[in-house]
């Protein structure tokens, strides 16, 4: 930030460079024929004091590691960010004019298809989450001094996602943490909550231990203030609350309803360019660049494998105890500690269930406790994995659905987010239907980009956790309760998009597809049917997605098209469509055994059979194809 003595001619200039924002807002958005002019208007001083005063960083080079960041949460102002980076010279102001065409980078929403953009934003209430990651990448991983600056809207702050971000922010002392709330106190529809009452949110922030600072948002010198309290403030983050006026420098429109979402005609944008342009003096103050300060290097990336030194192997032995998948995904995590230190895990108040209280035995700084708070978990992943890290965040499989819409949103940037979700499928039997993640499947690979992987048993589970932390991209790692026989030994070799043949033969008349518990129920009906002479072919499919298409292909014509899919899931969506969906060019019949309606409580092996997967009624279906 500049010296005091030049604080004048700087307000100056930023008052003009806020006009120039509106412009450039309006310009677009009206070229557009879509958009939210008057989103952008509101948060103009505060966008022109952080991007022209406050900010350190190199604008020629947004993917600088050590610049401040920044992290638009109230995405439907993307046309201001855009604005505020044209302005700096990162690319012409008049490539703003192709905002929201087919053929243009500047989407409606921001994405990481830009170089300035670390995650996507649009779906309001994620982006405090999603800061928070970088702030604790910046604070707890790389020890570096850089400052994680997010703009939020009022209107999104009923979201119960941001004051779960709230809390965690402060548990964990965030100063390097600086969230600015744009107060314009209209929503889309109506005006918001609690409109223009800043002391109901000043008292809200402050509860939950945020030092909460109350400005008016077009007063350049307050803002300005502000931001240099939180530059001084230790041990909490801050929040900066302003006041601003929706429309602001429209005149007419102004604090009006009923202009959410609504690009100015080509005769209103005119004369409230001409307007804004009586109040820009670009040249009182030349802008100079805020680069970020030289401090050590950020440490490096390390390569796929991780360091020379060798990951220990599983132990488990097939024919040896049982052992729960869920187990080898935490034993896993624990050994790859040593290998990659990008690896990052976060938990749900649920490690000692998730076992991924051994990977916090071994790296504890890198272990992030998130409590039961699902949505804001999944925004911290988004955030660290943003930055280069590597996290798994793991918790019961049917409580990420509570998160689902951040997942969605980290499918859209592409984040390489790691979720593992444990105790799916009515094999957790006696919790009940609440707990028993059966839709879990079909959200995860509903999602463009998403790699899905279901283990049969410890020794996959923990190669299945391997193969993720090296793959580039949002992954899916499905684990269940109950300890499971080993099937494979620690030399098995497994891959994303392959399956495992268990049994084959050349008289095979039925093929049973499984995957995890299912396994080897599909087993035991297999040693059963040989004896009453009927062969099967039992594939352990693994990669739900991708899947192994040529192996299900022909395996599928090996049998004559009898085809059997058993799954402790739902009938929509899971392994029995993605086998459907694999052989749909093929001359099969593919029969569904699955969960098909609301289970109950009781003993696994009593849910298995009372639900129709067990190995009594793949039997049975096996035996009715096979004549």
Not at 18 to 46: F, M, V
Not at 92 to 114: F, I, K, M, N, Y
Not at 198 to 207: G, I, M, N, S, V
Request: with cysteine; aromatic share 6%; charged share 20%.
């Amino acid at each position: 930030m500049q010296a005091t003595e030049t604080k004048e001619p700087q307000v100056r200039f930023l008052e003009s460079m806020a006009a120039r924002l509106r412009i450039d807002s309006i310009r677009a958005t009206t070229e557009a024929g879509s958009g939210h002019p008057t989103s952008c208007a509101s948060a103009a001083e505060i966008m022109a004091a952080l991007f022209f005063s406050v900010m350190r960083y190199d604008p020629s080079n947004p993917k600088k590691p050590n610049n401040d960041l920044f992290v638009l949460s109230k995405g439907h102002a993307a046309p201001i960010l855009y604005a505020a980076w044209a302005e700096a010279g990162l690319f012409p102001v008049e490539h703003l004019l192709t905002l929201r065409r087919l053929d243009s980078d500047l989407e409606g929403h921001p994405t990481p298809a830009l170089p300035f953009v670390d995650a996507a934003t649009g779906s309001l209430g994620q982006g405090l989450s999603v800061a928070i990651g970088m702030a604790l990448n910046a604070k707890r991983l790389e020890r570096q001094d850089q400052r994680i600056f997010v703009l939020l809207g009022d209107g999104e702050s009923a979201e119960g996602s941001v004051w779960e971000a709230a809390q965690l922010a402060a548990a964990y002392q965030l100063d390097n943490l600086c969230a600015t709330v744009d107060i314009n106190r209209l929503g889309q529809s109506q005006p918001t909550l609690w409109g223009h009452d800043l002391e109901a949110h000043q008292k809200r922030w402050e509860a939950l231990g945020w030092q909460a600072l109350t400005v008016d948002g077009h007063r350049v010198s307050e803002l300005l203030q502000a931001y240099e309290r939180f530059h001084g403030t230790s041990g909490k983050p801050t929040v900066i609350l302003a006041r601003t006026v929706k429309g602001r420098g429209f005149p007419g429109i102004e604090d009006k309803e009923g202009y959410h979402g609504r690009a100015l005609d080509q005769s209103t944008a005119q004369a409230v360019i001409a307007s804004l342009e009586r109040l820009i003096t670009l040249n009182a103050h030349p802008w100079k660049p805020n680069f970020p300060l030289e401090t050590r290097p950020l440490r490096p990336a390390s390569s796929a494998a991780g360091p020379d030194s060798e990951p220990i192997q599983p132990n488990y032995v097939p024919g040896g105890p049982a052992v729960a998948t869920r187990r080898g995904f935490g034993d896993a995590l624990a050994a790859l500690a040593s290998t990659d230190s990008r690896i990052v895990v976060l938990d749900g108040d649920v490690k000692n269930s998730t076992y991924t209280e051994e990977f916090a035995k071994v790296a504890p700084e890198r272990f992030f406790e998130c409590y039961i708070a699902e949505q804001n978990m999944l925004g911290v992943a988004m955030g660290l994995a943003a930055r280069r890290k590597i996290p798994f965040a793991a918790t019961f499989a049917c409580f990420l659905s509570r998160a689902y819409d951040f997942i969605r949103m980290a499918a859209i940037g592409g984040l390489n987010i790691k979720l593992a979700g444990t105790h799916a499928g009515v094999s957790i039997g006696e919790d009940g239907a609440s707990q028993m993640a059966l839709e879990d499947l079909a959200m995860m690979t509903a999602q463009p980009g998403f790699t899905v992987l279901y283990p049969s048993d410890a020794t996959s589970a923990w190669r299945a956790t391997e193969l993720l932390a090296r793959h580039q991209g949002p992954s899916y790692l499905r684990l269940g309760r109950p300890a499971s026989p080993i099937l494979y030994s620690a030399n098995e070799r497994f891959a994303i998009g392959e399956c495992k043949v268990l049994r084959k033969s050349a008289e095979d008349k039925v093929l049973i597809v499984a995957a995890g518990v299912t396994v080897h129920e599909a087993l035991r009906a297999h040693e059963e049917l040989r004896r009453r002479n009927i062969q099967t072919r039992v594939i352990d499919l693994f990669s739900i997605r991708p899947i192994d298409q040529g192996t299900l292909v022909e395996a599928a014509k090996a049998v004559g098209g009898r085809v059997i899919t058993v799954e402790d899931h739902y009938r929509r969506g899971g392994v029995g469509d993605a086998v459907l969906e694999a052989l749909a060019q093929e001359r099969v019949e593919v029969h569904k055994l699955a969960i098909s309606e609301i289970p109950h409580s009781g003993k696994p092996a009593e849910l298995l059979d009372r639900y129709g997967i067990s190995a009594a009624h793949i039997l049975r279906k096996a035996e009715s194809l096979a004549g």
